[in-house]
Structure formats: C-alpha cells, structure tokens
T-cell receptor
Framework: AQSVTQLGSHVSVSEGALVLLRCNYS??????LFWYVQYPNQGLQLLLK??????LVKGINGFEAEFKKSETSFHLTKPSAHMSDAAEYFC?????????????FGGGTRVLVKP | EAGVTQSPTHLIKTRGQQATLRCSPI?????VYWYQQALGLGLQFLLW???????NRGNFPPRFSGRQFPNYSSELNVNALELEDSALYLC?????????????FGPGTRLTVL
C-alpha cells in the first residue's frame, strides 16, 4: 500500500523567506507525485506534478519540487514567500489504475505567512 | 473551460437523515472520484466511478453509496447520517485514459450533521 508523510502540520514563515514543505512517500512502483494547495473554504488546486523525466518540477505561483528516488522524497519549495501563499498544502501519490486509481494524501501542512 | 462543479455548497442535516451530493466533471472527463475531508482525519478516498461503473471504494460503510450517470455526472448518497459524517466532500475528475491520474477537484460540499 502506498503512503505519504508530510513532516510538520504547521509551518510559519516570514514574507520573503524560503518556503520548504517536506513530503516522503512509500510506493512499490515508480510513483506519480502531486502537490495540491487548498485555500480556506475551497477545493484543491494542483500546484505541480511529477510523472517521469526531469526530477525538478516547476509549478504555478513560483513553486517547485524535486523528486529524489533514493530518499523517497518530493519536497516543495518557493524561494520567497508571499502573503497569498497562506494555505494548506497536500502531497499526494497516485495509485495505479489496476489498484484502484485513487490518490493517497499526506496529512497536509498549513502555512502561515508573517508580514 | 468550466471546472468541476459541486452542489450544494452547504448542506445541513440531522442524524438519521439522508444526504445527496452532486458533482459535474469537466467536459470530456469520464472518471469521477469522491473524497471526504473530515476535521482531524485528512483526505480520505471514498469512491471511484468510471464509465458509469463503480470501480473502487475506500474503507467506508455501505451507507455511503453513489452512482454515475450517462453524462458522467455523479451523485454521492449518505444514508442514516451520523454526527461524524460532518465533513467537506470533494469531487474530482480525470479525462478518459488518463496516464498519470492527475485529478481536478471541485470546490466541495460542506455537510453538517446536527
């Protein structure tokens, strides 16, 4: 079974500082990995995804993530936090269609941006 | 292009009642997924419908059920509501023959059970 662990349920950063959100996964097959963002009282919006190929993936709003197979990690970063980045972030791994096709999510990390 | 839509936005029910939640996928998408986001429990997979058939369900009791219509829209039904069913219910869709299972989410329906 696949699983996702996000270290830190809450992260506080200053505006302009680096944002680093950690995600580790377990999967018996090459994974498809995703980061989603959820703003208050809204659904999930895809930030970026890793499928195959280049391990450094760039997404929307200046976010990027690096797939490291040896570390089973897919950490999300943004060089300079903006107040609008305050939200909850979810890392997810995709199951294979034959195994049920669901996304397995981490517990989420809530980001607070201080002025 | 319109995104995934869900209705109603909010739903208030009492214990023992039934709730019906609706989802319309993105045009051209044939698979619909339902997830429950309950406080403290994170995002839990509920159901997957593809081409009108239930393909997979998560670890939820049978009183959670649904269906997918010929136009690929979907309903989630929750019978005999319990207080712990209070949650945000999210619907997602993927296109036909999606290779990477990138799911597009709707805004959710917040169900409150009193």
């Amino acid at each position: 079974a696949q699983s996702v662990t996000q270290l830190g349920s809450h992260v506080s950063v200053s505006e302009g500082a680096l944002v680093l959100l950690r995600c580790n996964y377990s999967s018996s097959v090459p994974p498809y990995l995703f980061w989603y963002v959820q703003y208050p009282n809204q659904g999930l919006q895809l930030l970026l995804k890793y499928t195959t190929g280049a391990t450094l993936v760039k997404g929307i709003n200046g976010f990027e993530a690096e797939f490291k197979k040896s570390e089973t990690s897919f950490h999300l970063t943004k060089p300079s936090a903006h107040m609008s980045d305050a939200a909850e972030y979810f890392c997810a791994v995709s199951d294979l269609k034959a195994a049920g096709n669901k996304l397995t999510f981490g517990g989420g990390t809530r980001v607070l941006v201080k002025p | 292009e319109a995104g995934v839509t869900q209705s109603p936005t909010h739903l208030i029910k009492t214990r023992g009642q039934q709730a019906t939640l609706r989802c319309s996928p993105i045009s051209g998408h044939t698979s619909v997924y339902w997830y429950q986001q309950a406080l403290g429990l994170g995002l839990q997979f509920l159901l997957w419908y593809d081409e009108g058939e239930e393909r997979n369900r998560g670890n939820f009791p049978p009183r959670f059920s649904g269906r997918q219509f010929p136009n690929y829209s979907s309903e989630l039904n929750v019978n005999a509501l319990e207080l712990e069913d209070s949650a945000l219910y999210l619907c997602a869709s993927t296109p036909r023959r999606s290779s990477y299972n990138e799911q597009f989410f709707g805004p959710g329906t917040r169900l409150t059970v009193l």
